[in-house]
Each structure stands twice: as C-alpha cells, then as structure tokens.
C-alpha cells in the first residue's frame, strides 16, 4: 500500500488543522491505520491510530480525533486547540492485520507494528 499525507501547515496556537492520508490498494479496511509525528532533535512518536478501535498518545487525548472513510480509502487526523508543542513533521502509517490463534491482531500504537509509511507533512504551530 502507498500512502500520501497532506494538510499539513503553519497555524496559530490555538488553531486547527486537518491532515489527510490517501491509501493505494484494494483493502483499506483491512488496514489498521496511524499518525505518528517527529519533532526536530526528537524520537518519531505514536499520535494516534484506528482500526476496530482507536487510540491515542495522552498528548493529545481530547484535542486530536482520527478518523477514516473506507469508501475513499482515507484516514484523517483533526488537530484542535494546537499548541508549539505539536509542530512536528506528522507521518501516516499503515499496517495489514494479521490473524492468528483464531483472532485478527492490529497494529495499535507502536512504530515497528507498522509496516507502511508515507512521506511526512509538516505541522507549525507559532505561540
């Protein structure tokens, strides 16, 4: 699968952004799917990700909401009340889940559980 993030830009603390992931292939819903961010001089980092569940880092629980549409094969990530603290370059991220001992398994929010990645899309937020 080929993902393409946008949405990305520079926006007032405060503000709001909307990214989005555009996935390739036939499957999306197969798919569990992720945000994860890198800030300058720091580790890429879990945001937040969804499959039958969703889930996200404490940073940004109740100001960030992932969401995903199946039928256009897109996952999106609603940033509110953005903070200095949340520029970063986002990354969109997917992972097949995988079915063993009579259960399906998804990725939830460790980097090395995704398999697929796409190319960033950087956030600023200015105080």
């Known amino acids: 699968v080929q993902l393409q993030a946008s949405g990305g830009g520079l926006v007032q603390a405060g503000g709001s952004l909307r990214l989005s992931c555009a996935a390739s292939?036939?499957?999306?819903?197969?798919?569990?799917m992720g945000w994860f961010r890198q800030a300058p001089g720091k580790e890429r980092e879990f945001v937040a990700s969804?499959?039958?569940?969703?889930y996200y880092a404490d940073s940004v629980k109740g100001r960030f909401t992932i969401s995903r549409d199946n039928s256009e094969n897109m996952v999106y990530l609603q940033m509110n009340s953005l903070a200095p603290e949340d520029t970063a370059v986002y990354y969109c991220?997917?992972?097949?889940?995988?079915?063993?001992?009579?259960?399906?398994?998804?990725?939830?929010?460790?980097?090395?559980?995704?398999?697929?990645w796409g190319q960033g899309t950087q956030v600023t937020v200015s105080s």
């Open positions: 292939g036939r499957t999306f819903s197969d798919y569990a």
């Open positions: 991220a997917a992972d097949l889940a995988k079915y063993y001992g009579g259960r399906w398994y998804y990725a939830t929010d460790r980097e090395d559980e995704f398999d697929y």
């Open positions: 969804i499959s039958n569940s969703r």
